[in-house]
C-alpha cells in the first residue's frame, strides 16, 4: 500500500506555468504506473496523464497535450506535472494515483488503487 502526496498547487495567471509534484508519504511507488487526474468546480474528475513504471511510455488527454509533461524521477520517488499555457479551464483538483494492477499505462480511474488527497490549481483569467 502507498500513500500518495500532491504539492505545487497554487494561484496562477493565464498563460502561466507550474509544476505539480507528487510523492509517496512512506515507501516508494517506483513499481507502480503512476497517473494525474483533475476535477474541475462542477464536473466529474478527469484523466490528465500517465505514465508507467519506468516513464518510458506516457499518455496525455487531448486538452493537455504539447502544454502539460509528466516524468517521473524514481530514484527521488517523485511523479511531476509541469503545465504551461495554462488557462482558466484547467483550475481544478488535481489528483496522483498508482497502480499496480496493470503494465500498459492507462486512462481507466478504476485500475488505480491509490490516491491523493490533491492539490488545487487556480488559473485566473
Known amino acids: 500500500q502507498v500513500q500518495l502526496v500532491e504539492s505545487g498547487g497554487g494561484l496562477v495567471q493565464a498563460g502561466g506555468s507550474l509544476r505539480l509534484s507528487c510523492a509517496p508519504s512512506?515507501?516508494?511507488?517506483?513499481?507502480?504506473?503512476l497517473a494525474w487526474f483533475r476535477r474541475a468546480p462542477g464536473k466529474e474528475r478527469e484523466f490528465v496523464a500517465a505514465t508507467t513504471r519506468s516513464g518510458q511510455f506516457t499518455d496525455y488527454a487531448d486538452s493537455v497535450e504539447g502544454r502539460f509533461t509528466l516524468f517521473r524521477d524514481n530514484a527521488k520517488d517523485t511523479l511531476y506535472l509541469q503545465m504551461s499555457g495554462l488557462t482558466p479551464g484547467d483550475t481544478a483538483v488535481y489528483y496522483c494515483?498508482?497502480?499496480?494492477?496493470?503494465?500498459?499505462?492507462?486512462?481507466?480511474?478504476?485500475?488505480?488503487?491509490?490516491w491523493g488527497n490533491g492539490t488545487l490549481v487556480t488559473v485566473s483569467s
Open positions: 512512506d515507501g516508494s511507488f517506483s513499481n507502480y504506473n
Open positions: 494515483a498508482a497502480t499496480r494492477n496493470t503494465r500498459y499505462v492507462t486512462r481507466t480511474q478504476s485500475v488505480y488503487d491509490y
